[in-house]
């Protein structure tokens, strides 16, 4: 391990629950600074770009995440969007804590490409924005009366976080040309992440559509998230795990 | 503010068809396709190879084309058909996401109708075919919006060039062995063929991370439950504390071999990292073995020994002398992960090696692929971006 890893989460945990205490939006940025710091840190230490583990990725989006709840808290003039931002972060924060990884700079063949970056990049800024969405689309659940004001920003911020998805979903494709042999595998991972794009998809011609509702785009998303969440993790715990390239093998320690 | 019906169904089957009517046409076309799939023993649909796969996109394209105006045309361009056949596709994708798809498996119910290979079923194919026949249709009704367009008809072409191109496709392996010439290939279902090109491996490159030192249980020799996440990376010299016990490294080899008790720096096959331990006063070699020495542990402490972990490739390649049977063309090309290499209109790619040799390996598994579609597909997605620019750029909600 280079630094501890949970003095990190300590910190920044610090930071966003005095920035929640004094509704600080500036102590929510310095929280995002300080991780932004440790990746920073991590990728000249390590030598390679921090992306790989599931771990390291859950780093990006709590570093994301509140830096979108502050952009959009900044132009509606509210301050309430980066607190929930954090605290959806924070939760990522102790999954990392609870599971600490230890950091190594090794990198396989396949994932020394140009591609790495942006195809993962693209894709934690997709979900920090879903995130987002979800968050607000649980406040049009309990509050009826902003229906139309929550679903409006929804619709905005899910335009943009589907633009992403797209792009990360079709730069993985081209990866996997030059890496595996084929652009589509139908690897579980990719599966999981073409039927993410299906579901968002989804909800971007239904809200196109003259005849919706609007209790059902909400729960629609929650739906969604969950969908997301599965191709981002669940991945590694279905049975179909063990054939996909994206997940990693238990070391081995015996060769005959 | 709920959005109301602007006027009332009148039945069921009213068209433009709602949601319930869409589901229920898709639902029958997938019980078909689990009928043929029942009826055929499993055997998948088998896309025709050029030109037969051309004729059947435009006997497709010309139909469509003609029903446009029709109502039978129309309504593939609704929402509620393109939400349920999308979603619906996602839904079948469902069984490929959550269950390995094995390729070799004997025939059970899952095989029988297709669930073992949904990607390859008739449900599947008739379930992409109205997604392509409503991106087609669609397309016609707005082609003046570019973004529109560019969104649409770009994953119309990618599908496309996915799905009607895969009767052109060939994915082979090729074992190649050093100084040995090959020209047999073989597929997924072990089917040989001869290319249209000999390789001969010339050379194997391999370079190898440094080992970590990882917690095994001793009695079962396989990596300890509770310390399977963490690894020690070590130098000469350094001195671990590693769960409260001091680890000295007294000596590091990268190439060697151990026999009882002794080291040897080799270079060549049956070498493999070998560490020299102190633990608690006692030394001990440390390796993951080879096909020249057994691996070795040592104890750590009650109930936990101390391992070397298989380090993971850094980098592999092959330098392989072709010669191409028509031309009689020779030279020499170096593969690399993420670095295939085209030959003649394949594309060669570094797939693997014999790992039980590791570096030593004096075998190379190439990969070669012939898809002649692959430009449509590309082209395809390069829409699909523009597409997607559009929607970054112009990101307005219609009002309502």
Known sequence: ?256 | MQVKFLKGEDHFWSFPFSYGANLLILVSLWIIGFLIEYLTWGRGVVVPPFPYNIICLFILFIFLSLIRNLKLGVWPTTIPFSIVSVLGFSILLLSAAIFPQPIHEPIGYLKAFGFSHITRSWPYAFNLLLIISSLFLVTLKNLKSWGFVANHLGLLIALVGGSFGYGDFVRVKMDLELSKVSYEAYDFNNRRAVMPFALKLLHFNMEEYQPKLVIIDPLKNIPHPEFIKKSWPFKEGQELMIEGVSVKVLKYYPIAIASLGVINQHYGPGSAPVALLQVNNTEGVVTFGSTMMKPSFINLKEGLSLALAIPKPKYFSSEIEYLMAETKERGVIKTEVNHPVNLSGWKIYQYGYDEKMGRWSDKSIIEAIFDPWLPVTYFGIFLMMIGTIHLLLFNKREKR
């Open chain 1, 1 to 256: 391990m280079i630094i501890d890893y949970k003095i990190l989460v300590v910190v920044v945990l610090l930071l966003w629950i005095s920035s929640a205490l004094f509704k600080s939006r500036l102590l929510g940025f310095l929280g995002s600074l300080v991780i932004a710091g440790f990746l920073t840190y991590l990728w000249i230490t390590l030598g390679r770009p921090p992306l790989k583990s599931l771990g390291e990725t859950r780093l990006w989006y709590a570093l994301f995440l509140p830096l979108f709840g502050l952009i959009v808290d900044y132009k509606l003039k509210k301050n309430w969007i980066s607190l929930y931002a954090i605290a959806m972060s924070s939760l990522f924060l102790i999954i990392n804590f609870l599971n600490p990884e230890s950091f190594n700079e090794e990198l396989v063949p396949a994932l020394q490409s140009i591609w790495f970056i942006p195809h993962v990049i693209v894709y934690m800024l997709a979900y920090a924005l879903l995130g987002l969405v979800t968050l607000f689309a649980l406040k049009a659940l309990f509050k009826k009366d902003e229906m139309d004001e929550n679903l409006s920003l929804i619709d905005s911020l899910l335009n943009l976080g589907l633009s992403f998805l797209t792009f990360g979903l079709l730069f993985g494709a081209l990866w996997a040309k030059e890496a595996w042999g084929h652009y589509w595998s139908w690897d579980p991972k990719e599966t999981w992440a073409f039927i993410t794009w299906a579901i968002y998809l989804g909800y971007l011609h239904y809200r196109h559509s003259a005849i919706r509702s609007d209790f059902f785009s909400v729960n629609y998303l929650l739906v969604s998230f969950v969908v997301l969440m599965l191709a981002w993790f669940g991945v590694n715990y279905m049975p179909a795990a063990k054939s996909s390239v994206h997940t990693y093998a238990i070391p081995e320690t015996v060769k005959n």
